[in-house]
C-alpha cells in the first residue's frame, strides 16, 4: 500500500509574534549592496602603510647595518733618483684619494725615523743606511672601503717604487694590508 502527500497541503509558516522590525519591513526592499564602495579606500590605505612600512624598515637596516669609515694610511715609496717635479706629479696624483692628512718624508726624516725605531736592535740598526732610505709620501684618508683604483695614475707614474695600503685598525676590527695589484 502505498500513500501518497501532497505537499500543496503543508501549513504556511506562523508569522513571528510582535511588530515586525524596521529592516523587515515589507514596503522597503534594503538597497542592493555597492561593489565599488568602502573596500576602494581600505586598499588604498593597506597599499600607502605597506610602502611606509617597507622605507621605514629599510632605513633602519641601513642605519643599523651601516659600517663606519676605515682609517686607511698609504704610502708611497719613491725611486731613489726621484726629482722635484716627479714628486710634485706624485703628489699631484694622491689628490684622487682625498686625503684627510698627507705627509712627504725625506730620506733623512726616514734615516731618523729608522733609528728611532730600531735604537733596541743594533744588527738591524747597523744594516741601514741614509743612502738607502727611500723618500715617502704617506697620506691618511677615509672611507668604508678602500678603491685600489685611485692608485693607477700613482702606479702609472715611473719613479713610484713601491705602494703599500693599511687599514688601521678600530676598537672592533683588526688592521690589515689592502693589497692593490
Not at 509558516?13 to 568602502?38: I, M, Q, V, W, Y
Not at 642605519?63 to 682609517?71: K, L
Not at 714628486?87 to 726616514?110: C, G, H, T
Not at 685611485?150 to 713601491?162: G, I, Q, S, T, Y
Request: glycine share 4%; aromatic share 6%; hydrophobic share 45%.
Amino acid at each position: 500500500m502505498s500513500e501518497s502527500h501532497s505537499f500543496s497541503s503543508l501549513p504556511e509558516p506562523l508569522p513571528a509574534e510582535g511588530p515586525p522590525a524596521a529592516s523587515e519591513s515589507p514596503a522597503a526592499p534594503a538597497p542592493p549592496a555597492s561593489r565599488k564602495g568602502p573596500w576602494i579606500p581600505l586598499v588604498l590605505v593597506g597599499g600607502v602603510a605597506a610602502i611606509v612600512g617597507a622605507l621605514v624598515a629599510t632605513a633602519v637596516t641601513l642605519a643599523v647595518t651601516r659600517t663606519q669609515p676605515h682609517e686607511y694610511v698609504v704610502s708611497v715609496f719613491l725611486q731613489q733618483d726621484a726629482t722635484d717635479e716627479q714628486n710634485a706629479a706624485v703628489e699631484s696624483a694622491l689628490d684622487a684619494l682625498e686625503p684627510v692628512e698627507r705627509k712627504f718624508e725625506s730620506r733623512e726624516q726616514a734615516w731618523e725615523n729608522y733609528r728611532k725605531l730600531f735604537k733596541d736592535r743594533p744588527d738591524l740598526l747597523a744594516a741601514g743606511t741614509l743612502e738607502a732610505m727611500p723618500e715617502s709620501f704617506r697620506v691618511t684618508t677615509k672611507s668604508r672601503v678602500f678603491d685600489c683604483a685611485l692608485l693607477v695614475d700613482v702606479r702609472d707614474l715611473a719613479v713610484v717604487d713601491k705602494i703599500q695600503v693599511i687599514q688601521r685598525p678600530t676598537k672592533d676590527e683588526a688592521g690589515a694590508e689592502i693589497a692593490c695589484g
